[in-house]
């Protein structure tokens, strides 16, 4: 399984911990060196850019592809990662941004968000969910509670918090 990630999916991941689970739950992650150059900005947390300049050996950093003109509204990050998810091709593509994840669909990119990440990781049992999003809703990540409501009810009823969390 391919899986090629934008930036905000990583960049939150590591703000919250819980970066770790993108290895149990895809066994390798494929960034664009545009996303890397976006972690590694001045402007980035500091544990973000540390934790990339010392990534794991299971996130690859591969050259931008060509880009795609026809995404020419999106910001550098999602075209490229657009892009390398295409030309791969990628089995999913870990994106945030509504017209991103949009441009992606249209393309027949199978999808995930931060919020899909956390609940698969949940149902995996590597995190709670409840506890992952309390500590998302405390950067400067948004989304709407109803979002994370519907997030939530996808878990099922039986999906209760992970034992020792």
Do not use: C
Request: charged share 25%; glycine share 6%.
């Amino acid at each position: 399984m391919i899986v090629v990630a934008d930036t905000t999916p990583v960049n939150y991941l590591i703000l919250i911990d819980a970066i770790g689970v993108l290895e149990p739950l895809y066994k390798a992650v494929v960034i664009p060196e545009m996303v890397f150059s976006e972690l590694s900005q001045p402007g980035t947390p500091a544990e973000v850019r540390i934790w990339i300049e010392n990534r794991p050996t299971w996130l690859d950093v591969a050259p931008d592809p060509p880009p795609l003109p026809e995404l020419e509204a999106l910001d550098p990050g999602e075209r490229a990662a657009i892009a390398l998810a295409l030309a791969l091709p990628a089995s999913r593509l870990l994106i945030d941004d509504a017209a991103g994840r949009i441009e992606a669909e249209r393309r027949r990119l199978k999808v995930t968000g931060t919020l899909g990440v956390l609940a698969a990781a949940h149902r995996s049992r590597l995190l709670d969910f409840d506890s992952a999003v309390e500590r998302l809703l405390k950067t400067r990540f948004y989304v709407s509670p109803r979002t994370v409501a519907a997030a939530r009810r996808l878990l099922g009823p039986n999906e209760g918090p992970v034992p020792g969390q």
